[in-house]
């Protein structure tokens, strides 16, 4: 299993980047797919979700409003639209896929990661 993140960049405050994450080895309909981020010195956290059948998103509370989840089954991608953003967003973030039907929150709960992406936002 393969899960490879790009799309990670410098840019200002208020800026948008558009992170994409390509799986292969896994039959990514059957998968919940997940974004998590960490920032240096800090734990990963959660960031938001999105179910197999792309009826479901779920986001933290920080990323409400501004970023936005989606994933194209037929193409074994997932998308993470950020719009709005801020130096706190600042971390690497990383894809994952969840064989659980449910959307968690939790980063032992998921099965498979990426590599990570690094997103740099300046003041």
């Known amino acids: 299993v393969q899960l490879v993140e790009s799309g990670g960049g410098l840019v200002q405050a208020g800026g948008s980047l558009r992170l994409s994450c390509t799986a292969s080895?896994?039959?990514?309909?059957?998968?919940?797919m997940g974004w998590f981020r960490q920032a240096p010195g800090k734990e990963r956290e959660f960031v938001a979700a999105?179910?197999?059948?792309?009826?479901?998103?779920y986001y933290a509370d920080s990323v409400k409003g501004r970023f936005t989840i989606s994933r194209d089954n037929a193409k074994n991608s997932v998308h993470l639209q950020m719009n709005s953003l801020r130096p706190e967003d600042t971390a690497v973030y990383f894809c994952?896929?969840?064989?659980?039907?449910?959307?968690?929150?939790?980063?032992?709960?998921?099965?498979?990661w990426g590599q990570g992406t690094q997103v740099t936002v300046s003041s």
């Open positions: 994952a896929a969840d064989h659980d039907t449910e959307l968690r929150t939790t980063a032992p709960d998921y099965d498979y």
């Open positions: 080895g896994l039959t990514f309909s059957w998968y919940s």
């Open positions: 999105i179910n197999r059948d792309v009826i479901s998103t």
